[in-house]
């Protein structure tokens, strides 16, 4: 499908990148790519300074998964937290990249995923000046839809990011209040880590972040294109 994307490589635990109806997408699984307080309510609710540029910080493989399976959430760590968030996965190589049509013809496919964070142990490391990886880069930290071709969709058009956990909903917002767009995030990020097929980006959370719980039942929606219904365990 994309000339940089050879293989259909699966982690040990078997996730590998599909599309929307489950069927695989020939693309690798590469590494994840995520951005913080890229929603200024969500930055102004945890008290941090609202960034001139871009927070990134990245999860291995291995914190993939499927957000279409149970998410299973650490136990004995303290509360887990829920970060909705809108990610996209990349078709073709982004490296130090300034134009934003290279950037679009890049993009594979959008989806919607979980930023898991083990926020008690986050602010411990974070007082400490440590980094976060054990916080925010477990096993299964970034449990992810099943995509949408990108040649689909519109970004432009202010997508509705939102989670629903027992009916109630916890998170909403929409890729317009985004501090940093989607194209422009990306041409940022490649002026650093260059994005290969199968890399995955999540793109920032909205207001609402709060603890799962064993036993919860959730939505996650990104405007009306993906809808999925989960549980935690």
């Known amino acids: 499908m994309f000339d940089d994307a050879i293989t259909l490589n ?3 635990d078997g996730y590998v990148h599909r599309w929307i109806d489950g069927s695989p997408i020939d693309i690798p699984v590469g590494k994840v790519v995520c951005v913080g307080r ?3 309510d969500h930055a102004r609710e945890l008290g941090n300074e609202v960034p001139e540029s871009p ?3 990245m999860k291995p493989a291995s914190a993939l998964a499927s957000l279409h399976e149970p998410v ?3 136990t004995g760590q303290g509360p887990v937290h829920h970060e909705v968030e809108m990610v996209v996965l990349i078709g ?3 490296r130090k990249e300034t134009d934003l049509e290279n950037i679009r ?8 995923g979980l930023d898991l964070t083990l926020r008690e142990l986050q602010n411990q490391l974070k007082e400490k000046g440590l980094p976060w990886e054990r916080a925010k880069a477990f096993d299964g930290a970034a449990p992810v839809s099943g995509f949408i071709d990108a040649r689909g969709i519109s970004v432009r058009q202010n997508l509705d990011v939102t989670l629903e956990i027992n009916e109630e909903v916890k998170q909403h917002g929409h890729t317009g209040l985004m501090l940093f767009p989607t194209f422009e ?3 940022e990020i490649s002026q650093t880590f260059t994005l290969e097929p199968g890399d995955v980006v999540f793109t920032g959370t909205p207001a609402g972040v709060g603890p799962l719980n064993s036993g919860d039942k959730f939505t996650a929606r990104l405007g009306n294109i993906i809808q999925v219904f989960g549980t935690v365990t």
């Open 10 to 12: 699966r982690d040990d």
């Open 185 to 187: 995030l990306l041409a």
């Open 72 to 74: 299973v959430i650490p």
């Open 92 to 94: 073709k190589r982004i």
């Open 105 to 112: 013809f890049s993009i594979a496919a959008y989806g919607v």
């Open 55 to 57: 927070i990134l910080f």
């Open 38 to 40: 890229n929603y200024v």
